[in-house]
């Protein structure tokens, strides 16, 4: 992202995303400054199941290839294992932390963080949330045959807005 987007500017920033990534890297920080990566690696690695579909998608999308069966499955894909590894997990997760009284009255003195965690769960919940929503809706309009650019994403506005320096190097 800070390569496509920021440097080289491909694409237009995608501001939800580098909110994301800033918040990931920040609790990966946190995680590690006060010995509770673990926690973070684990969790976060299941989130990013649905990373390398995601990505494929978007390759599919960026390279014209949206009428094609693969993107298709890709699609279905995608949302299922967003769903599962996301919009499930992440509650089943919030639930696990709240099952140990979230960390907290045990002696730590690292106390404070683990109250940061608690508001933190749910802001990226939320902004899974807000992602998924544009997925469904997505998929839904694709189904009806339905073009809406890109399901909404920052693809569908490139496209949308016929910048010419969106392309990669290799397809100018």
């Known amino acids: 992202m800070m ?3 920021v440097w080289k500017h491909w694409r237009p920033i995608d501001y939800p995303v580098f909110v994301h990534h800033f918040f990931i890297i920040f609790c990966f920080v946190m995680g590690v400054s006060f010995d509770a990566g673990e926690y973070f690696a684990v969790s976060l690695m299941v989130n990013e199941a649905s990373t390398p579909v995601v990505q494929l998608l978007w390759y599919l999308r960026f390279t014209h290839r949206k009428d ?6 890709t699609g279905a894909v995608m949302v299922f294992t967003f769903f599962v590894s996301r919009m499930l997990f992440i509650p089943y997760s919030f639930y696990q932390f709240a099952s140990l009284d979230f960390c907290i009255g045990r002696g730590s003195d690292i106390e404070w ?7 933190n769960y749910f802001f990226m919940f939320g902004l899974n949330t807000f992602w998924f929503v544009k997925m469904v809706r997505g998929s839904l309009n694709k189904l009806k045959g339905i073009d809406d650019g890109a399901a909404g994403t920052t693809f569908g ?3 949308a807005d016929g910048v ?4 990669l190097p290799s397809q100018k």
């Open 113 to 119: 963080f683990f109250w940061c965690m608690i508001p």
């Open 68 to 73: 094609t069966k693969l993107y298709w499955v």
């Open 164 to 167: 010419g320096d969106n392309l």
């Open 3 to 5: 390569i496509c987007d």
């Open 157 to 159: 506005t490139i496209e």
